[in-house]
């Protein structure tokens, strides 16, 4: 019994010392696992930040990794920042900048005491215009220097901090409220007519999976008639598409679109949305055969029903879903360590 009770505690034991070290403990001001840093933009680094650190006790730290773990930017910036308790614990004054070179996404995790002076939107200006353009040209130490200064500067200048929200603001209403009314209007006739050519032809092809699983039409002839469907869905995307995205970019609706920039260096992702959109669609004319329930299962290779197909797809006939169902780090031998703050998720985040 006493040799269970020992092996137990032994395995808490483990597993809580496991979890403190789930994320970099740092040793350093500057902790450049990713190894993007020359020895001497490091010391710069370092030199520069711990001597803020001493005037006015506000931790700035940065971090680059190589990859993240298996975890959101959010996630690991927010677990490192509390794991190292950046700042101190009775002010909360610590700010993390971490930096992953592989999945090209930076994050700025401010701690609470410093959310009124580095708030989301701050952070997220200083990532998409001070961050993001040198990283994206590989100037790595450039945008972490840059930056770095300018978040020093807006907490040691309450005037530069009151300009730089200013500017925000000012990029913010660079439309008149009328103006912006009449654009959503313009922009939203565009969204109803892509809409409505979706609609009708996302109907008809649900409506042709239909057909094909009930044999009214032929596998091939039908699978034709999907694929040359697709173009009108592709055509009416865009028509829904681009007025979000101007919409977005011109309205200021709170969406930082770099996030996802990443997708255009990765079109894989397009073969897991078709693979979505056609299971979406062979579910949905299921359900159709499902409600009506009159219909039996068959196949058909190639012979169709002359009359279902003139009366179903011809251009005076109409059909719709809707009608028929009703419904690593280098070691130091100098020392770092947080004073006790913390994070509540404070912050943004940034991707090139």
Request: hydrophobic letters at 45%; glycine letters at 10%.
């Amino acid at each position: 019994m006493l040799k269970k009770t020992i092996f137990c505690l032994f395995l808490i034991w483990v597993v809580s010392l496991s979890g403190q070290e789930k994320y970099i403990q740092f040793r350093e001001i500057v902790t450049d696992s990713a190894q993007i840093l020359t020895e001497e933009q490091l010391t710069r680094l370092r030199v520069k930040l711990t001597e803020f650190e001493k005037a006015t006790t506000n931790q700035l730290v940065v971090l680059t990794i190589e990859k993240l773990p298996a975890e959101t930017i959010e996630q690991y910036a927010n677990g490192t920042f509390n794991q190292n308790k950046l700042g101190q614990k009775d002010k909360d004054n610590g700010i993390l900048i971490v930096f992953s070179e592989a999945d090209r996404e930076v994050r700025i995790e401010v701690g609470y005491g410093l959310e009124s002076y580095i708030t989301d939107a701050v952070a997220s200006r200083i990532i998409r215009n001070t961050m993001i353009p040198e990283f994206k040209e590989g100037r790595y130490y450039v945008g972490l220097n840059l930056a770095t200064d300018l978040i020093m500067k807006l907490l040691n200048d309450p005037e530069a901090l009151e300009e730089f929200k200013q500017e925000m603001e000012g990029e913010n209403q660079g439309l008149s409220g009328g103006l912006k009314i009449f654009v959503l209007l313009f922009l939203s006739v565009f969204i109803a007519a892509g809409g409505f050519i979706f609609y009708k032809t996302y109907s008809n092809i649900v409506e042709v999976f239909r057909g094909i699983f009930i044999g009214k039409l032929g596998v091939l002839p039908g699978l034709l008639m999907a694929v040359f469907a697709l173009l009108p869905i592709l055509f009416s995307s865009v028509f829904i598409v681009m007025p979000l995205v101007f919409a977005i970019l011109f309205l200021d609706v709170g969406i930082d679109l770099s996030q996802y920039e990443y997708l255009l260096d990765e079109p894989s992702w397009l073969l897991y949305a078709l693979a979505g959109f056609i299971a979406l669609t062979i579910i949905l004319a299921l359900l159709k055969i499902s409600i009506k329930g009159k219909e039996d299962f068959k196949l058909s290779w190639f012979k169709s029903d002359k009359k279902y197909v003139s009366k179903t797809f011809s251009s005076g006939g109409t059909h719709s879903f809707g009608s028929s169902s009703g419904s690593s780090f280098s070691s130091s031998s100098s020392s770092f360590s947080g004073g006790g703050g913390s994070s509540g998720g404070g912050g943004a985040s940034g991707s090139w």
